[in-house]
């Protein structure tokens, strides 16, 4: 059974470029969870998902940034116009149900953007 | 909103000898869950412990333990016969009872010396 699957493991983005990162649960699980870490800080919250729905998006910037969750095919976190400040790593976790059940972490992608 | 708090941004342990991270954390909630995640430098999270509010018992896994004190708000890990291995960064979080994203503190570093 594959843990939760995070492509690429690095990227590396041109300021104004966009970045998608890909991320696939673990079987069986319909909900996802984004999270990112910047250099030297814990990870922060961005965007709960589950199949074809936002359910919590409180911590997402306002601008550039959107998480989808197709009833098809991995989740995708999209970064438009990167900045030098996006550079961090983003993490993605999966849950089989909403409450009472563990989240499993991918590895990360690191987005580097230059 | 909940907040977690780790003091301690690095900590030192001698090979085989006992270790205690710290965290804190503020909430209104009554039920609720509690974490330690270990990051090695692969940057894969790694459940460590899991707590939930409404047990009095500590948590024990293996040579993990936590020290939880709901009244002062208190959730500390122990690890003990500490091994090179465990040396990481340490991040302590927090989850609602009816929730879905964690709350993490800002971690700890843990220098394990042979």
């Known amino acids: 059974n594959a843990g939760v699957m995070q492509n690429p493991r690095h990227l590396v983005r041109r300021r104004g470029q966009e970045a998608r990162l890909r991320c696939s649960p673990m079987k069986g699980h319909s909900h996802v969870y984004w999270y990112r870490q910047l250099p030297e800080e814990g990870l922060k919250f961005m965007v709960y998902l589950q199949k074809e729905n936002i359910i919590d998006e409180s911590g997402m910037p306002k601008e550039r940034f959107s998480a989808e969750f197709p009833k098809e095919g991995p989740s995708i976190l999209r970064i438009q116009q990167v900045v030098r400040g996006d550079s961090a790593a983003y993490f993605c976790?999966?849950?089989?149900?909403?409450?009472?059940?563990?989240?499993?972490f991918g590895q990360g992608t690191r987005l580097t953007v230059v | 909103a909940q907040t977690v708090t780790q003091s301690q941004p690095e900590m030192s342990v001698q090979e085989a000898e006992t270790v205690t991270l710290s965290c804190t954390y503020d909430?209104?909630?009554?039920?609720?869950?509690l974490f330690w995640y270990k990051q090695p430098p692969s940057r894969q999270m790694i459940l460590v412990i899991r707590?939930?509010?409404?047990?009095?018992q500590n948590a024990t896994e293996n040579r993990f333990s936590v020290n939880f004190q709901k009244a002062a708000k208190s959730f500390s890990l122990k690890i003990s016969d500490s091994q090179l291995g465990d040396a990481a960064m340490y991040f302590c979080?927090?989850?609602?009872?009816?929730?879905?994203?964690?709350?993490f503190g800002a971690g700890t570093i843990l220098r394990v010396k042979s």
């Open positions: 976790a999966s849950s089989a149900s909403r409450v009472n059940t563990e989240a499993f």
């Open positions: 909430t209104s909630e009554s039920d609720y869950y």
């Open positions: 979080a927090y989850r609602s009872g009816d929730g879905n994203k964690l709350v």
């Open positions: 707590q939930e509010a409404y047990k009095q």
